[in-house]
């Protein structure tokens, strides 16, 4: 081995099928060979390497899962990725403080099963949750479909440890529930995507486990009214946990990739969840049912849990099922004012028509977070070339109606070339500044976020 990767006492390798193991996440960005990967299993360990790395100019590429959408862990230039993936301790659950303390090589829905199984809950749920790990979770501030009642990863997040690139060992945030001591550290690491420093621990509140759910399945002949109805509703002052919608083109491909039993003579659906007091819920469904109806919909109520499981199952499975359609899918998460929902909607159903390429949109309506899939062949040049000049446009639209161009999936590389099209230069040089007070030399995650 390299004498410059050479760490004493640290799993470490630079073995071609290890490299390029690490070499691509979920995105479509291109892959690239890092210099080595690297496994700790301490925060010490953690600490070793990144100073090893400040002292001889490598980057350091924090990764979880690598089910990353923006290209967040995917090497650029001379670098060791740093792979949490033996760091997947759950160390303390506080059930009288309602706290738990997680390395972040845990998966989210392994700490959920074992938050449920002691009547708590853990809300944020990415479509990876049975994949994905809470340090990437943390890093991309990831949402989910319970984002609509519950918020975010970052509204979770009490307390962080993590190494910045002097190798030095931070804590930032506690116990308590409140805390306002000088500049809130805690929340500038959440969503950095491994530029600012490696995440070693993290503290999450945690909720009592509601005590029931009901699922409802509400059918649209048509796509503008499944919009509207996530308004009305939401300005109903009912606030689901979830409202999920998928778009006819979503229902066909899950039929055709996994049966379930979804209608495929309907223009978009909503899948909508309400937890609480059982009293209290069952008058708020009914509320939901009634705005529904006026706009046409067709209620299904989901008898059971194995009942509920099975619509859950078909809406986690969209991703997989695209990939039947065709070879490539640039997947943007959007996101617009609630009230605009139906209006991008149909603007990126026109968008699709003009160009003859096929866009999927479903996604966490509620929040008006929709994820927009690009269908191409990356194959096909010209094809791919359309399909990636129709992301510009995507997020025309969106900016247009006051909205991002990112809900949770980050900037990484793929986004980077967008940024400033939302973030002016003024906001733009404050970031960049933040960045260079963390990491003078540049080695977190370096070409990430900023280009």
Not at 337 to 357: F, M, N, T, W, Y
């Amino acid at each position: 081995m390299d004498n410059l990767l050479n760490i004493p006492g640290i799993e470490i390798s630079t073995g071609k099928e290890d490299l390029l193991c690490y070499s691509f996440d979920a995105s479509n960005a291109e892959a690239a060979l890092p210099m080595a990967v690297a496994w700790p299993r301490k925060t010490d360990e953690v600490a070793r390497i990144i100073k090893h790395a400040y002292e001889n100019n490598l980057g350091i590429i924090s990764r979880g899962a690598g089910t990353g959408m923006a290209g967040a862990s995917v090497p650029r230039g001379r670098g060791i990725v740093l792979s949490f993936e033996k760091m997947k301790k759950i160390l303390d659950v506080d059930t009288r403080n309602m706290t738990v303390v997680v390395e972040p090589g845990v998966i989210n829905g392994r700490l959920q099963k074992e938050l449920e199984y002691l009547g708590f809950f853990y809300p944020p749920d990415p479509a990876s949750l049975n994949t994905c790990t809470i340090g990437g979770n943390v890093a991309t501030n990831a949402g989910g479909p319970r984002a609509l009642k519950y918020g975010v990863t970052r509204d979770y997040v009490m307390g962080i440890e993590a190494v910045i690139p002097d190798g030095a060992v931070i804590s930032t945030g506690g116990k308590t529930h409140k805390r306002v001591v000088g500049y809130d550290l805690k929340g500038l690491l959440v969503g950095s995507e491994g530029t600012l420093a490696a995440i070693t621990k993290i503290r999450l509140k945690m909720l009592p486990l509601p005590e029931d759910i009901i699922t409802l399945l509400v059918l649209f002949s048509d796509l503008e009214a499944s919009g509207t109805a996530v308004a009305k509703i939401i300005s109903s002052k009912v606030i689901p946990r979830t409202m999920e919608l998928l778009d006819r083109s979503s229902i066909e491909a899950i039929e055709n990739y996994k049966p379930t039993g979804l209608p495929a003579d309907v223009d978009a659906l909503l899948l909508i969840e309400l937890d609480g007091y059982p009293a209290t819920i069952k008058k708020e469904a009914e509320r939901v049912v009634d705005i529904c109806n006026t706009l046409r919909g067709e209620v299904i109520v989901a008898e059971d849990t194995m009942a509920r499981e099975r619509l859950w199952e078909a809406r986690r499975s969209i991703s997989p099922a695209l990939y039947h359609l065709k070879p490539t899918k640039i997947n943007e998460d959007i996101v617009v004012p609630r009230d605009k929902v139906p209006a991008v909607l149909v603007e990126l159903r026109k968008l699709s028509e003009s160009s003859g390429i096929k866009i999927i949109s479903f996604g966490h309506a509620g929040d008006g977070n929709i994820h927009v899939n690009i269908m191409v062949d990356v194959n096909n040049k010209e094809e791919y070339r359309k399909g990636r000049e129709l992301v510009k446009k995507v997020f025309e639209i969106t900016l247009k109606l006051g909205g991002s161009i990112s809900g949770e999936h980050g900037i990484g590389l793929m986004k980077a070339p967008y940024l400033n099209m939302e973030v002016k230069e003024k906001e733009l040089g404050l970031m960049r500044g933040i960045k260079g007070v963390f990491d003078p030399k540049g080695i977190m995650n370096p070409g990430k976020i900023f280009g």
